[in-house]
């Protein structure tokens, strides 16, 4: 059975750096194929895909968002890390954490239920 | 990159059919079979529905279908019911090996 699960701090302030960890069971990051990808969700509003890491260390990123979102595997082999500096008040919302499966696959198998962060002074 | 284009809303009686589009370029939607779309009620986390344009995962209803004609993708849902009302979303892998997602379509039963 596949989970993931997203945290971090639930407030941050303007110009300050957020840093999200998804931790994840039920498949392993050095599977070839296997990738973990970030997505978020300003509230009310449509989902967003940020950014992607996968088993062999590729990243690929939102080009929109590209020079301020960092994704690594975590220090725990079932943890990936997103750091995403200089938040904005636009920047709140739901952060969810998604698994790809296969090499083939283009889509996010699983998610986890997902981490609200909110930006304010 | 813009986002896929989607409906903001459908809606349908129950037990009718309804389908909601997804019309993308040439760059992601056109180019791969690579469309998913993923079901959002409210409070909770997306959940995979369709994904390779017309393949369902394991559990999920042989009422949710998939299809594609060019640079747009379609979602149907036949039989409707009143667990089926809620967010959708449209989402592409594009040619830049990034993703794309649709603006999302509220269905209504």
């Known amino acids: 059975q596949i989970t993931l699960k997203e945290s971090g701090p639930a407030l941050v302030k303007p110009t300050q750096t957020l840093t999200l960890t998804c931790t994840f069971s039920g498949f392993s990051l050095t599977t070839r194929g296997v990738a973990v990808g970030w997505i978020r969700q300003p509230p009310g509003k449509a989902l967003e895909w940020l950014a992607s890491?996968?088993?062999?260390?590729?990243?690929i990123y939102s080009p929109s968002l590209q020079s301020r979102l960092t994704i690594t595997k975590g220090t725990s082999t079932d943890q990936v890390v997103l750091t995403m500096t200089n938040m904005d008040p636009a920047d709140t919302g739901t952060y969810y954490c998604?698994?790809?499966?296969?090499?083939?696959?283009?889509?996010?198998?699983?998610w986890g239920p997902g981490t609200l962060v909110t930006v304010s002074s | 990159q813009s986002a896929l284009t989607q409906p903001a809303s459908v809606s349908g009686s129950p037990g009718q059919s309804i389908t909601i589009s997804c019309t993308g370029t040439s760059s992601d939607v056109g180019t791969f079979k690579a469309v998913s779309w993923y079901q959002q009620h409210p409070g909770t986390a997306p959940r995979l529905v369709i994904y390779?344009?017309?393949s369902r995962p394991s559990g999920v209803s042989s009422r949710f279908s998939g299809s594609k004609t060019g640079n747009t993708a379609s979602l149907t849902i036949s039989g409707l019911q009143a667990e089926d009302e809620g967010d959708y979303y449209c989402m592409s892998h594009t040619s830049s090996s990034t993703f794309l997602f649709g603006g999302g379509t509220t269905v209504t039963v």
């Open positions: 998604g698994n790809k499966r296969g090499y083939y696959d283009k889509y996010f198998e699983s």
């Open positions: 390779d344009v017309a």
């Open positions: 890491i996968h088993w062999n260390d590729d990243k």
